[in-house]
């Protein structure tokens, strides 16, 4: 009842990005970790799959042998969707006997499209045209583009109620996890809440305490002068 792009980009981040007529879509199909991998659990979502597809990723198994792991103790599998991308930017997919038309996935470089009870196949191949015809755009910005691309395709074939976004960068914690659980135009809503983002959540959050940074910065005027050096960076996004 979704579709998805999960990706790693070429700075090492992983990120979702992932829309559907569903409530709350962002809540429990898309995970992620630095340095180890991303998923998205959908259809008949197993919110069960997460913890040890993250588990065998970080151990190096191949995406492909972590998907036969997972199905092969579920016995709802023919009604599961999950695809899911390693640390080198190998993708595996999977979706089920049971999935409902039109359902599938297609794996890029770096990155996989995948989804369910969609318009048709022209929604994926969209999604993954518009990702891979963007490097340029920074990576949260090229994910949203691709949703963009694949609801202008058709998208749902349900209609229209949430989207969410989620990257990893170099932290424990995410980058970005934004949400649009309920919304006449979720995709649009998602760019929104991007776009205020930039404001002062992405330069801030670039001042807390990170591995290189134990402690983040806690001088509040130099926290301030970040956020101003960001916002001038990005042409006075946000003011």
């Not at 997972?70 to 695809?83: N, P, S, V, W």
């Not at 089920?96 to 770096?110: E, M, N, Q």
């Not at 989620?166 to 979720?186: G, N």
Request: neutral net charge; contains cysteine.
């Amino acid at each position: 009842m979704t579709w998805s792009i999960i990706a790693r980009d070429s700075s090492g981040a992983f990120g979702i990005a992932i829309a559907s007529r569903f409530f709350a879509v962002g809540a429990l199909c898309p995970h992620a970790r630095s340095g180890v991998g991303a998923l998205s659990t959908q259809a008949l979502v197993n919110p069960l799959y997460a913890a040890p597809a993250l588990a065998g990723l970080a151990k190096g198994i191949d995406p492909e042998r972590i998907i036969s792991q997972l199905t092969a103790g579920d016995e709802g599998r023919d009604h599961r969707q999950i695809h899911l991308i390693d640390a080198s930017g190998k993708a595996a997919a999977y979706t089920g006997a049971a999935c409902i038309d039109w359902c599938g996935h297609t794996l890029g470089s770096r990155f996989s499209v995948a989804g369910n009870m969609l318009a048709g196949p022209q929604v994926l191949a969209a999604t993954a045209a518009a990702y891979e015809t963007n490097p340029a755009l920074p990576f949260a910005e090229r994910l949203i583009a691709a949703l963009v691309a694949g609801e202008a395709a058709g998208g749902d074939k349900r209609g229209k109620q949430a989207a969410a976004l989620l990257t990893y960068t170099t932290e424990d914690y995410c980058a970005l996890d934004l949400r649009v659980d309920d919304h006449p135009e979720p995709i649009a809503e998602l760019q929104r809440l991007y776009q205020k983002s930039l404001e002062r959540y992405q330069p801030f959050s670039a001042c807390l305490p990170s591995r290189k940074h134990p402690a983040g910065i806690t001088d509040r005027a130099l926290i301030e002068a970040e956020i101003e050096r960001f916002q001038a960076r990005q042409g006075g996004a946000g003011t």
